[in-house]
Structure formats: structure tokens, C-alpha cells
């Protein structure tokens, strides 16, 4: 395409007052030559808008520059269509609401705003969306049971064609052995029978939905909309071709075996919650030993859970299922004893009623921790306990059984840790931390980063699990139910339809050539120049998301429907070969380069802002909302995340003569808050080897700095500009200025 | 006002907080045209008063931009502020909607400059802060409203004051004769998000809140703690504005009671021991008690819990607070409770209490104009009478923002499933 750039500048909400327009407009006149600049006192009123469309039609404009407020805001009314390219300048909330007006150095900054803008326009180019062959739009659900049967049935009540992949031989998972339900209706004080036939029946009766039972899957090769799935049954291997996954294998209980201290294993009596439901279910109620009927029960809560030796987490779910299962007891006769030891009883929202509707049928709540369980000699089980209430030790009367309430475990987290590879000898060790990847034999996963899903912690599988609990690490699958998160039936059918509307949306996008989520609509992607490339292998291991296979030569094997678009492969990547039509290394580095360094004399350093437009952009954004001031030394320059950065734009800048660089970051680490998940630990691992760049130059370290903001910080930024300013002095100015 | 091209296809989700945002962007994404109505000014609900989200203490903004952004980049959500549902006729497939705004006397012209707030004079309380601050009669909501807008508020039209804030708008986006307006929606389902209101700590007499001054709210914490909160983030005492050390948490407050709410509300404990970081975070010397009846730290949670309750200057007691006075000399409070593993009676002084007031569904007071079916808590129930109309997040469970968001996701596919039904 060839480029017509029109600049606008707007003069509005004090831009005017503040700035030289006429020499702001120089900038885009005789240093850039535009086709067209033209000055607005209200660019987004109804005639400005008008005006830049009317250049568009008349002046054959394709790129524009709008240099205004910030691009979070007026995105509507500066939409000027997918065939154009706009790029925005944030003269606004970065320039003249946080620094002097009528000022020599803040004059400078819109000017140098302005040149990064307009270099970086002059490059991109309209997206054109990655379109897959061959699309599937059909969803595969890994699991029969409650939450996999939901899930396939929601995705077929709205008209997507499913395959359901159970392992056993029959569907329905742990529900199969499930006598009642706990309430999910007023007045939530009663037990709710449920029918399993009727729930396998909304997929066994469905001509769109296949299931395959005693079945696994072997192998799931290609990407969102072009997945290659294998499935082994009977002996034999049925190919699926499938668009997006829900991952709904849930969860088994904790090993009792692991808790003799409860006596399990012990007596025959000591029995799990799992091992009494399928008595009830199965109306066979006896105590084990003996086949005599139960005249007395205790049941012992967070058996295993809670409990740093066995799950330290809690399983959210075996309280009110300890209560149903009391409730079991106290409706067959209200006479029974039925004690209930525990830490916490965690009846929370309305389960508290049937708590409460437990404690008037006469059930004993002991508060404490258990420390043993025992034969009394007369064949019948008490259990003893550090009564925290009282403070004084506490026994059950003798009980016939003891029911363990044991944990959930994931089924994502039974195997083998998966290893990449081991650094051959000589080689040195992976510079990036591996992911937890469970070899669990789910997914079985064709992927160069490992056959499942990166687990956070426990096992459960990865995702920013408080605002968007669903995305998980591998684009367009979508794990639900207990193998999510330790949770309840009820839960699980909504977690479960959920994750069947995400498996649509997926489909629905990647038809389209749209990303997913964050980046929900972007229609760039990354294009690799396969010749220059040297086969380093860091794009494969650096992508938080694992896009990107690799052939037998190392050769990267990107999947577009994958991707995320975060650009991290392109600022792994030392060979600069992978770029996005609108974002690439040579525009951001160029756009460094545009910035006008004074030389030392002047005394006007220069500082480059590598800034996360997720978080660290709309803060500085906040500070200039709140008119709060810093530094003018400052250049910012957006970033898609922090994980984009290359090095190469660190030793642009510092050759060009700027006097330091910081990078501005999302909060890495456990309670990670990356949208990309590793992209701020990535650009931090990278600046170890920044150590180099600044070596071969004889430039200090203290030049570079990264600093781990949330959108929140606004009020510390000043302070973080300042400083580094400050150090920057003390460091002196770059030798670099001038050449 | 304009349809979608397919407005049986299309889906009405009523509250702009973080179900009916989540339920909206996700219904959207999925291709489907989705109409958000929000009563407030501003989106983001009552997520963006938060300080901090529990477990990873970060902040609820950096979540609500992501949404923003979805809501900016797609044609197909429309969006109104300021807006209630008036009326909702028909079944699902088929359902005409009365939407009615209030006006903002500030049209969209509005570039967020300013201008009219530094022309206005007069203070209000402050809605945002929930009235522990004022701010000028001409406002942002606050400094990350989305969108970007000011509002003036209906106290001054009239004045002089409003003609001189009108006059002070260099962009014509004060129109001092907005009225109400109604206008007609069709649609083939509704999502009902309206959220939950904090239950009136007021109706516990024997906490004296709205008597003793520093007794609080946990979501007015939530607002001490903040940043762009009344007093820039620094938690005080509201008797004297002095840096609270002693602060006592007041679990259960009205929850769990069937004189107030028989219910849990799921969150509070994890809100207490969040709010107990804040306290910590900027008082080293400061010293947090929290009064309770179990800790109800579902799941993965419990690492959090059991991290704070690390934290030596955090004390743990069993038992439901009784009596709180004042000492109206010094501003502290007395908490009265009987803790349950001695079987003592403990009283201790505080220089602030926090209750932990639990959750109302909104949809107990304002109602679905239509048929619906609740509970005596006036939750919404999942099978509901009107086909299409599907309650999300807080209206139907009291719930955290990770189930909010899954439920709301839920919502949607209920949602689009319903618009198929003719």
C-alpha cells in the first residue's frame, strides 16, 4: 500500500494553550512531509471526524495520525474502518496534563510523541486476518461426567455439533454413584433427587452429539478450528477433526489409603464419603465388618485437606457433602447418632440452611481436630478430638462407622512432571523456567511445550483465575468442573456450561481470523521471515501459550489460531525475522530512533518508557487524569506487553544517545498479574542479558531498569520517573549523544 | 432508537458490573448483538470500588480495563449508562423492553476535560465513596470511568451555577434541559445482573453503626483503603481522621441470622482477611482482630487464608461479636464477644470496627419488572417462569468475582440458546 499520511492535531482540553501548534505541526510537515496536517480545536466533535473523512475520500488519506488524547479513549469516534491504519498520539493525558504548559521541555515531548507516531504509521499496515482451511466449528468434550455431559449438551442446545470422549464405559462419571443431591432450591433445607438416566440422556439421544465411551484420547495435533484429534476405542483409532475443546475430566478422591492416622485401612469401618454414597445408592446401608445395619455414624471433614501432609487446600465441597450424607442417616431414622468433627464447617451461601436444618435434626458438631480413631472392644469406632470449643479433649460415643470426608485431587495432576528436553552436555540450562506440565494422559496434547495444560499450583490448570477463570494456557481449550477448581455439582453444571460458550466463542472468532482473548478481535498476527531465521528454538520455548511447534531442524511452526498475539516470540526473537502488520521491531526501533536526543550540553536527558498498554499506559494515563506532574525527560512508547520487548530497541536507544531505558511491567511471580502470563518475567529474564549490549557499549547498568507497575500505582509513577531521572544525573549523560 | 439488524437475535443484559459485563462481552464475542443497560453513570458496578481483589491483592481495575477494551473494540455490544428497565413484555425469542435514562445534563460531546467541574461550586456527597467524601456538582465518577464522562448532578440544574458550568464548557456538552427519556428495545433474551446491595449494617442495633463513627462498613473499608478513595488510600479513623492501629473485624455481621439474613454470603471472610493486608500493609505497628464463627476459605482460598493468619499481627477469635460501645471522649470502640474457646467473655477496645455485612441481591428490592420467580432472599432462581429471562452472577447466589464471571459466561450461552426459541 502506498502511504498518504494525514496528520490531526487536535487543540482541544488545553493541548492548544499548552503547546507551539504551528511548530508541533512543523514536525509533521517538513520533517515527514504528510500529505496533509491539519489543527482542530474539537477533533472529536461531528466536523472533525467529518473533516478527516472527507480527507480520506478527497485526498486519497490511508494513514492517519491523530495526535489528541489517549488512545483509551474516542476509540469509537476514531474508527476509521479495518483498511485503514490509525495511529494515535497521546498529546493529552502523557503530555500536557502532567507537565508545565508553554514550556520548552514539554514542547519537546509532543514533538517527539509526535515523530515516534508518525514513524510508526508510516510503517504499519492494515491487518489482514489469518484465515484457516478446512474449519471445524464442531466442540470435543474430554469427559463424560457431570460436567462434560453439561457441557455437550449446552453446546448442543445451541447448535454445535459435539464429540464426547469418555474413558469408562459408561457416562455420567462420579453421578453414577451418587445417591441424592445437595439443595439448589427453597427452602434449601431438603435433599434433591435427580434422575441419571435423564442427564446422559440430554447427549445419548442426540444425533448431533457422538459419544465415544471407553475411549481416550491418543493424540490432539494442529489448533483452534483445525484440531487434529485421535481417539482410541476398542482397540482401534477414530479421527476427529474439532475446533475448540472443554476439558472436563474432573477430579478423584484423595488416597485414603494415605490417612491411617484416621484409621483407615485399619478397620473395615473406616469408610470414604465416596465408599458410603454408593452404599446408599445402592440401598445396601451395612456396616462394612459385619453386614449389620449402621446404628451410629461420625464423620471426620478435611480428611487429607486443609492439611499441609496430604492437599493444603481445601476441596470447597465435602462439607455440604458430609452434611447431605448426615442427612442420609437422620432422614432413615432421627434417632441415629451422627457426630461431625471439623475445622470449619464451610456451608457457604444458602447451604448454610441445611446446616442450620442439620443442627435442629439433632446431628453433633464437634469443632477440632481429630486425634484418633479407635475400636472401643465392643466392635463399635470412637473418635477423639481436641474439642477447640470447650478446650478439653472429646470422644464420639462408639459409632458403627467413620466416614472420611476426603479432598478432590485434579485429574490433571496425576503423572510425571513432563520435561522438554535436558540440556545436553555443554549446553547450558534453559534460561526460561519450565511450566508444570503434568503428563496426565487427557489431552495427550501434539505440542512442543508438552502433551497438557500448564498447571498454576496443585495440579489445577493455569489461568488468571479471578477475572477470567476460563482462559487457560492453551488457546480454545477450555478446562471445567473439579478438574478447574475443587467445587460442587452445582457449580460445576454452570462451570461447565460456561466453558461450552467459550468453546463456541473460540470457534466463532477463529472463523472470523479474530484473536481470543485479551486481544479479543485482533486481526494481526505474527508472520515469520523463515529465511533469515537460525533455528535458536527461543520463540517455541518463550511463548506463554505454546503456539508454536517446531520441526526436526528446529524450524519454528507457528499456529496462528493459537496465538494470543502478545508479540513475545517477536521480542524473543534475536534475529528480528517475526513481526504483526501494525507492531514489528523495525517500527518500534525506528520510532526510538525518531526521538530528537539534545547533545550533553543542553543538559536535557532523555529517558525511553517501555510501557504495558494493559496496565502500566492507562496509569500513566491516571497520573495525567489527576494532573499529577513528572519529569519531561520521559518517552513513551506503548508496548503489547512487556514480554514484546526486544532487545535490539535497548541498544538503539542507547546508541542514539538516550540516557536510559525503563521498563514498566506487569507483577510477576506467583500472584502473577501479566494478561500474558510470563511476558513480564520474560522481559525481566531478558534484561539480565542486557548486562552484555551495555558492556560492549562501556555504558552502567544502572541505565536500564525494569519496574513492576499495576494499572493501580498511578500515584507512585511520578516518584518511579523521578528517580530514575535522578539516577540517570547522578550516572551522567550517555556518551552515545551526537553520533 | 436504532435495532440491531436482528432484534429477536439479540440480548439485553440489565447491571454493568462484573456478570453483566462478563455476560455481555462474552455473548458478544460469540457473535451475537448484546444491549448492556447500566443504572450508574459509569460501568464497572460495585468491582470498581473495590481496592483489591482476594487472593492476589491486585487491583480490580486491571481486569475492568481488559473488559473496556473488549467493550471498545466490538461494534456489537451497545452500551447505555444511567439507564433502568422499565418494562419486559413477551417470552423468549420475543421480548420487547422499556429501557428509561435519566439525564446526565452532559452530552456526548463531552471530551473529559474538566472544564465544568472547575465552574462548579457547590459539593455533593460523593456517590462513589459512599458519601465519605464530596465532590463537585459537576463530576467524573472516577479517574478510570468508562466511558470518560462527566455527569452533572440534578441538584443544581436550575441555578446559576448550572448556567455558569454550561457556560464554562468550551464543547457544548452541557445540555441543562436533558429530561428523562424512555425508549423500545427488542430482544430475544434477557440476562439480569443487577448485582447485590450491601446488607444496612444500620438494622443491627447492637453494632451502632451510623451511631458510633468509627464503626464501618466492609465496603466503606474498601474505599478508606483506596487510592482514589476519600482519603487517598490512608486508613483512618472517621472520628478524627487519625491512622487507625487497632482495627477489629466483625465477621457474620447480619449473615448467618435469621433475624437479619439467614444466609452466607461466601465472600466476607476472604474480604476481612484481605482487608486485614491493607490494614498491615500500611501500618507495620497495626494490629487486626477478627471475630468469627468459621472461615469459610473455600478451595484454593485457603492458601490465603492460611498465609494471613500467619501474619503475627493478625489474631483469630471464635465468636460472634455481641454489644459494640463507644467511648464518645477518645472515639474508640468496645467489641464485646464470647470467645468460644475459652468461654470467656472477652471486651476489647479498637480504634475502628469493621462489619462484615454480607450480600442483598438487588433483585430483592428492584425487582424484574416482569414474571420472575425468587426466593424469601429474593435470589433469583435458576428454572425461572419467563423463558429468556436469566439471572446472573450475585442475583442468584451470593458469590465471589471468579463465580461471578462463570456464571455470567453460563448466562450467555443460556441466553443465546434462548433467542433460538420462536
Known sequence: ?739 | MAQGQNGERSILVVGGGMSGLSAALEAAEAGFQVYLVEREPYLGGRVSRMNKYFPKLCPPNCGLEINFRRIRNNPLIRFFTMTEVEKIVGEAGNFDITLKSSPRYVNDKCTGCGACAEAATTHIANPFNYGLDTVKAAYLPHEFAFPMRYVLAPEVIGSEEAAAIKAACPYDAIDLDMQPSTFDLKVGAVIWATGWEPYDAGKIGYYGFGKHKNVISNVMMERLAAYNGPTNGRIVRLSDNRQAGRVAFVQCAGSRDENHLAYCSGVCCLASLKQATYLLEQNPEAQATIFYIDIRALGKYEDFFTKVQADERVTLIKGKAGEITEDSTTGMVTVQVEDQSSGKILKDQFDLVVLATGMVPASATDKVPAEAACDEHGFMLGEQPTGGIIGAGCVKKPVDVATSVQDATAAALKAIQATFRR
Open chain 1, 1 to 739: 500500500m502506498e502511504k498518504k499520511i494525514g496528520v490531526y492535531i487536535c487543540t482541544g482540553c488545553g493541548i492548544g494553550d499548552a503547546l507551539e501548534i504551528d511548530a508541533l505541526a512543523g514536525v509533521a510537515t517538513d520533517e515527514y512531509e504528510a500529505a496533509v496536517c491539519r489543527q482542530n480545536a474539537f477533533l472529536c466533535s461531528r466536523e472533525g471526524v467529518a473533516e478527516i473523512k472527507h480527507d480520506l475520500e478527497n485526498e486519497g488519506i490511508n494513514t492517519i495520525v491523530i495526535a489528541a488524547c489517549s488512545p483509551r479513549v474516542m476509540t469509537d469516534v476514531f474508527d476509521f474502518g479495518v483498511d485503514k491504519v490509525c495511529e494515535r498520539v497521546n498529546l493529552r493525558e502523557q503530555v500536557v496534563w502532567s507537565h508545565p504548559p508553554n514550556d520548552e521541555d514539554t514542547q519537546m515531548m509532543a514533538q517527539d510523541q509526535l515523530r515516534m507516531g508518525i514513524t510508526k504509521a508510516k510503517e504499519m499496515q492494515p491487518a489482514e486476518p489469518f484465515m484457516a482451511e478446512d474449519l471445524s466449528r464442531k466442540i470435543l468434550v474430554v469427559g463424560g461426567g457431570l460436567a462434560g455431559i453439561t457441557a455437550a449438551s449446552e453446546a448442543n442446545k445451541a447448535g454445535y455439533e459435539v464429540v464426547l470422549v469418555e474413558k469408562s464405559d459408561q457416562l455420567g462419571g462420579y453421578l453414577k454413584e451418587v445417591h441424592k443431591l445437595p439443595p439448589s432450591r427453597p427452602p434449601y433445607e431438603e435433599l434433591q433427587d435427580f434422575d441419571l438416566g435423564a442427564v446422559t440422556g440430554q447427549v445419548t439421544d442426540q444425533p448431533a452429539v457422538k459419544v465415544y465411551t471407553n475411549a481416550q484420547i491418543a493424540k490432539i495435533s494442529g489448533a483452534p478450528c483445525m484440531f487434529d484429534v485421535q481417539i482410541q476405542q476398542n482397540g482401534g483409532v477414530a479421527d476427529e477433526r474439532v475446533g475448540a475443546i472443554v476439558l472436563a475430566t474432573g477430579a478423584i478422591p484423595y488416597d485414603a489409603a494415605k490417612l491411617e492416622h484416621l484409621g483407615f485401612g485399619k478397620s473395615a469401618d473406616v469408610i470414604t464419603a465416596a465408599q458410603l454414597e454408593s452404599m446408599f445408592k445402592s440401598g445396601d446401608v451395612k456396616r462394612p465388618s459385619n453386614g449389620q445395619p449402621i446404628t451410629g455414624a461420625a464423620f471426620i471433614l478435611c480428611a487429607g485437606s486443609r492439611d499441609p501432609k496430604h492437599l493444603p487446600y481445601c476441596s470447597a465441597a465435602c462439607c455440604v457433602e458430609s452434611l447431605k450424607q448426615a442427612k442420609y442417616f437422620k432422614q432413615a431414622n432421627p434417632e441415629t447418632p451422627v457426630y461431625i468433627f471439623y475445622k470449619d464447617l464451610r456451608a457457604h451461601g444458602t447451604y448454610e440452611l441445611l446446616y442450620k436444618q442439620l443442627q435442629k435434626d439433632g446431628v453433633i458438631f464437634v469443632r477440632g481436630d481429630v486425634t484418633g480413631v479407635e475400636e472401643d472392644g465392643s466392635g463399635g469406632l470412637v473418635v477423639s478430638a481436641d474439642d477447640v470449643l470447650t478446650g478439653s479433649p472429646v470422644m464420639s460415643e462408639s459409632v458403627d462407622v467413620v466416614v472420611l470426608a476426603t479432598g478432590m485431587v485434579p485429574t490433571t495432576a496425576l503423572g510425571k512432571k513432563f520435561k522438554v528436553q535436558e540440556p545436553k552436555e555443554g549446553e547450558e540450562e534453559l534460561a526460561v523456567p519450565e511450566d508444570t506440565i503434568v503428563v496426565s494422559n487427557n489431552l495427550n496434547l501434539d505440542y512442543r511445550q508438552g502433551p497438557e495444560l500448564p498447571a498454576l499450583k496443585y495440579g489445577f490448570p493455569d489461568s488468571h483465575f479471578i477475572c477470567f477463570p476460563y482462559e487457560s494456557r492453551r488457546t480454545g481449550i477450555y478446562p471445567a468442573g473439579s478438574v478447574r477448581a475443587p467445587m460442587d455439582y452445582w457449580r460445576a453444571v454452570d462451570d461447565a456450561t460456561g466453558a461450552a460458550l467459550k468453546a463456541i466463542q473460540c470457534v466463532q472468532m477463529v472463523s472470523e481470523g479474530k484473536a481470543v482473548h485479551p486481544r479479543a478481535g485482533d486481526l494481526t498476527y505474527p508472520e515469520f521471515f523463515m529465511q533469515r531465521c537460525t533455528q535458536c528454538k527461543r520463540c517455541t520455548e518463550e511463548c506463554p501459550f505454546g503456539a508454536i511447534n517446531e520441526d526436526e531442524k528446529a524450524n519454528p511452526l507457528p499456529n496462528p489460531t493459537r496465538c494470543r498475539r502478545c508479540g513475545v516470540c517477536m521480542g524473543a526473537c534475536p534475529e528480528r525475522i517475526i513481526s504483526f502488520k501494525n507492531y514489528s521491531v523495525g517500527m518500534i526501533g525506528n520510532a526510538i530512533k525518531s526521538i530528537d536526543v539534545p547533545d550533553e550540553y543542553e543538559e536535557k536527558p532523555r529517558i525511553l518508557v517501555l510501557a504495558c498498554e494493559n496496565d502500566a499506559y492507562p496509569a500513566l494515563d491516571m497520573s495525567g487524569i489527576r494532573r499529577m506532574s513528572y519529569n519531561p525527560w520521559v518517552r513513551i512508547v506503548p508496548v503489547r506487553c512487556l514480554g514484546s520487548m526486544n532487545l535490539v530497541w535497548i541498544a538503539d536507544a542507547l546508541s542514539k544517545g538516550i540516557d536510559g531505558i525503563l521498563l514498566l511491567g506487569c507483577k510477576h511471580g506467583d500472584d502473577y498479574q501479566c494478561h500474558f502470563i510470563k511476558g513480564s518475567e520474560l522481559a525481566n529474564i531478558r534484561m539480565s542479558k542486557i548486562q552484555e549490549t551495555l558492556n560492549r557499549l562501556v555504558l552502567e547498568s544502572e541505565r536500564v531498569r525494569l519496574e513492576q507497575i499495576s494499572i493501580a500505582d498511578y500515584s507512585k509513577l511520578p516518584e518511579i520517573l523521578d528517580s530514575f531521572a535522578a539516577k540517570l544525573d547522578e550516572v551522567g549523560p550517555n556518551p552515545y549523544k551526537g553520533y
